[in-house]
């Protein structure tokens, strides 16, 4: 493979790696009591923020056409 195809999956595990972060985020809950509200709030933000991210990043990179192209036949 050569550098320009090695690239292109790199930024694929980028998008991914940032969307597990999103949904791990989005998914989690606090466990302390004191500090539930405040903890919440920010874990969600936090995903809101990082999946708005990935999706630019993605959206960027497709139009662009610096993404692996996905095969459907799979």
Wanted: glycine share 6%; hydrophobic share 45%; charged share 25%.
């Amino acid at each position: 493979m050569e550098k320009y195809e090695i690239m292109k999956y790199v930024r694929m595990s980028i998008v991914s790696v940032l969307g597990y972060i999103a949904l791990i985020l989005m998914a989690g809950e606090p466990i302390e009591d004191e500090t539930w509200f405040r903890v919440f709030f920010i874990s969600k933000g936090l995903a809101f923020l990082i999946g708005y991210c990935t999706y630019k990043l993605y959206s960027f990179w497709e139009s662009k056409g610096l993404l692996p192209e996905m095969d459907e036949d799979i």
